[in-house]
């Protein structure tokens, strides 16, 4: 009921949730874009968060910050410090949340991820936004030095496993893929925000030295793989390196030569 309120006194519409045992949403995301978390926790439960991201609570939620000494959580573009907000009382408490950057608020249920035979789920490096229930923040390397440099996800990326929820930050329009075993799906480098880990990462060549040269899309391209078993991919539309381009270069190029200055 109280997360209903909320949602109800924002004038805008909930646009997911996830059923609890007791039939009532666990969370709610509202808002169209630079959406905002709303959070149910029952007692003892708690949301795990990256700092910065608290927009509203009820005055009785514990706070707490922790330190996780990880080189290779910093490597992977997460920060080493966290905020995790507790419910400590007998009735359920609301905790809101929103992304650190104009983003888009991604659920993942890794129940389901893990149901397809995968173990974990990698994403691009500062994704992670929360996760509720039992989820374990992790990092994975890549030892393939080709792929490091070309395949558009470093040597480190993070990822997350468990049978809980993760919210990930995504950017412009968020499209999900069941990759079939075997299929496989060019993208670019960018626009991959997260993959199963029975995903193959791999790269290609984005055409020849004209395509390279002028057509805008680097030197590579990357290929999702669905292996022997497939698994999910999530993409965006609009990463926030593309994003950030945008607002500090603020001439367009259009057909003819010509230039617009938004």
């Known amino acids: 009921q109280k997360l209903s309120r909320i949602a109800t006194m924002s004038g805008v519409d909930v ?3 996830i059923v609890g045992a007791e039939g009532a949403a666990k969370y709610a995301i509202v808002g169209g874009d630079c959406q905002v978390l709303n959070v149910k926790l029952e ?3 708690s949301v795990r968060c990256e700092p910065g991201m608290l927009m509203h609570m009820h005055p009785k ?8 000494c990880s080189c290779g959580r910093a490597c992977a573009g997460e920060s080493q410090w966290s905020s995790e907000f507790i419910n400590k009382t007998k009735d359920p408490l609301v905790v809101g949340l929103t992304p650190n950057t104009p983003a888009k608020v991604v659920p ?4 389901t991820i893990t149901a397809g035979g995968a173990k974990a789920l990698r994403f691009q490096q500062g994704a992670w936004m929360a996760s509720i229930g039992k989820v374990s923040l992790s990092y994975s390397s890549q030892c393939n030095p080709c ?3 070309c395949s558009g996800q470093g040597a480190i990326s993070s990822s997350v496993k468990g049978d ?3 919210f990930l930050e995504g950017h412009g329009t968020v499209m999900t893929k069941i990759l079939g075993a075997g299929e496989k799906m060019v993208v670019d480098q960018d626009s991959v925000l997260a993959w199963a880990d ?3 990462l791999n790269f290609r060549m984005a055409g020849g030295c004209c395509a390279i040269c002028c057509g805008g899309e680097g030197m590579f391209n990357t290929v999702l793989d669905g292996g022997n078993k497939g698994g999910l991919v999530i993409l965006q539309s609009m990463p926030f390196q593309k994003f950030r381009q945008a607002i500090l270069n603020p001439t367009t190029r259009q057909g003819g030569g010509k230039t617009n200055n938004v």
């Open 15 to 17: 646009t997911a949730g």
């Open 43 to 45: 007692p003892s439960e």
């Open 61 to 68: 939620v514990t706070p707490v910050t922790s330190f996780a």
């Open 108 to 111: 993942v249920d890794l129940s």
């Open 147 to 149: 792929r490091c440099c």
């Open 164 to 166: 809980g929820t993760v």
């Open 198 to 200: 029975t995903v193959d």
